[in-house]
């Protein structure tokens, strides 16, 4: 007998079935969007976990899904959390300045304000290199008191200021200090009177003006370099700094008496 050959609706039937699998193969294979809840919900889990790059995953679906959802501000700001988390600065800074910029009325913008200057602080630099980042943490935490003075996180801000200065203050010093090594003395003059004048609340004042002592005594001003050590020596309150200051002066008061 002669095989029996399949009628084109038995073809047409079997490719229609087997078509409709696959679609049904690929769309369970495909990952299904879920709701702005659940990706807030296991978004906050992973950050609680510090599973930071995770968290970024789910908020950032959350942010860009869903942003008019009532939850889109508060996952605007987990997601910059997030970012600080993962030690992510930079990231982190453009997150709460987003933050910042599309909800200006959110519960969280005097956290987010405060943690931008956190992430600079966060990247503070050896005080002989560049010192972008301080001066960006200094002026973000000055916005910080400006807005919120009254802030829980004001005396924290205040005390970063108070780093950002010192950090300034010993770049400055350092700069001072090479100008002298190399006997430009009117450059480290200038360079440590800018350090005088700007940063005269720092540590650093002293040191500056034990320095000009030493420039003055090797320009043969001894009453400009006298002058110099007993400010360092009545003002200072570091014992090894009063020491030397002490030094120079018995060294030029037994010159006196020769």
Partial sequence: MT????????LYCFFLIAASLSIVGCQSSTPRLKGAEAYFEEGQKALEKERCVEAIEKFQRLV??????????????????AYFCSEDFVNAVFEYQRLLDTYPSS???????????????????????DQKE????????????????????A??????????????????????????????????VLTYEDVIRTYP?????????????????????????????EEVLSGSQEAE?????????DEIQAIGEE
């Fill in 3 to 10: 095989p029996t050959t399949p009628s084109r609706r038995f």
């Fill in 64 to 81: 860009n899904n869903f942003p008019g959802s009532r939850l889109a501000p508060d996952a605007q700001y987990y997601l910059a959390e």
């Fill in 107 to 129: 519960q969280w913008l005097d956290d987010a304000q405060f943690k931008i200057g956190e992430a600079y602080y966060q990247q503070l630099r050896r005080p002989e290199l």
């Fill in 134 to 153: 301080t001066y960006e943490a200094l002026n973000y935490f000055r916005y910080f008191l400006e807005d919120n003075p009254a802030s829980p996180l």
């Fill in 155 to 188: 005396e924290t801000a205040r005390q970063r200021i108070v780093d950002c200065r010192a950090l300034l203050a010993q770049k400055h010093y350092i700069n001072g200090q090479l100008y002298q090594r190399q006997g430009h003395f009117d450059a480290a």
């Fill in 201 to 229: 609340d720092t540590p650093w004042y002293y040191h500056t003006l034990f320095q000009l002592g030493e420039i003055a005594h090797r320009r043969d001003d001894l009453k400009g370099a006298r002058g110099y050590w």
């Fill in 241 to 249: 700094l009063q020491k030397k200051a002490r030094k120079k002066l």
